[in-house]
């Protein structure tokens, strides 16, 4: 059931006559809680105060209705505002604080999390794409970039799917940590292994942490992922071309959807990059719920006064009876009382390092010729305005006009040069003396240089 899952007075401050405010704060703080570059889900406290501030000052609230004999008097200021809008939304159970040593910070649980994303997409009308998640990302990518004309607005549902993908791996954190509270909270041996095994094991484990760990994870494809969109930001005729698709679907202007599009290029970007730490921080609550049932299990007969007794007991009675009547035991053959099969393990005898001595390694000389091989080469690659200057001037000669046929890649050096001299705005500040003497202007035609490059072709000008 619904509120089996929800506090009974979550819905208090969206129903009361200050629900206005209280629709604007959690607008404000949706954007905190699921922002795409968030890694840890515990936000300090102060950081929420001041989101709640910043809402209040934004909504210019001027009036507000007592929601208790004890709040009879009007805030004064916005902090007071504050202040009550933080206590009332703690007490009803929308954001949860925790306590770490001396700094406090609020967190959403997953329930929580998921209402508010879903009264969120209700309140901005946002689509929202189900599928695959890294698969659907993937497939929708590459139909933006094979065609970006007629389906270029399958980048826009590649980056609905990050996002909620991103949510995701957030829920299972905190479903994690959750878990975890509950299993520190119980005094019951039998009641920690059950919820372990019936929470983590059967629901979490197998339908989604198992399925990251996997070796035909859906992460294999995240490289291709990562490589298609750094391609697609320095491809300028695709960009273009995706931008008039959205100013066609959107019905914006063309800068607000060239905005648009290296935005959502932007938020996938973000989102494969930091999946690796997301998945080191699901792995250290793993650890720790493990540690827990395993020490549980390993102390369970511990914790049984007189265990050790009434098995005494229970074989004495047994040695009484005759051989006759007594079941033949078949189990044990497979799985004893105490072995590396059974639930409890025997403790695994430390062995004693012997002391050992240690000797200076020495590095091999072609070890070292290697690196200095590879610091020449990384040399050569080094992207330089200076060089970046010279072959152009090597090429122009007194000339005024340079097209892309025109150039000659010689070496690597000649290939590095030649592929920045397309894009010398993303070098920034240091190349920027070398903008000023030069104008390049692109065509919509492919052109085949040195016999080593196809790009798009251009007409360099020497101002």
Sequence with gaps: MLFNKLPDDIFLPLSGQNRQVYQAVLLELSDLFFDEDLIDPFIAKDLVRSTIENAVVRLGVRRWEAESDEDSEPPRSSADYTNRIYRRLVLCGWLEEEQRIYRTYVLLTPSISYLLRSLVAIARHEKRSYGGAVLNVLSSLEAAINDPVGRGITLSEASETAAEF??????????????????AASTNAQDIVRSFFDRFVEHMLVSDYKTLKTRNNPFRYRRKILAMLRDLQFDLLKIEQLSQHYQLQYELDYESAEAMVHQHINRIIRIFESVDQRLGAIDDFRYQLEKRVADTVRYMDKTTPGMAAR??????AIAKKPAASVPKLTSLESIGFISPASVRSPIRRRVESKPRIITQATIDPRVLELRQLFKEYKSRREVRVDRIEAYLERHFDGRRTLRATDFS????EDYICFSYVRHLPSLGKKARKTMEKYRIQFDDSYVQVADVVECRGFEIHRN
């Design 166 to 183: 991103s949510a995701h791996l957030t829920d299972m954190l905190l479903g994690l940590r959750e878990m975890k509270i509950s299993l």
């Design 311 to 316: 098995l005494s007991r229970i074989i004495t």
């Design 409 to 412: 890649i010689d070496s690597v």
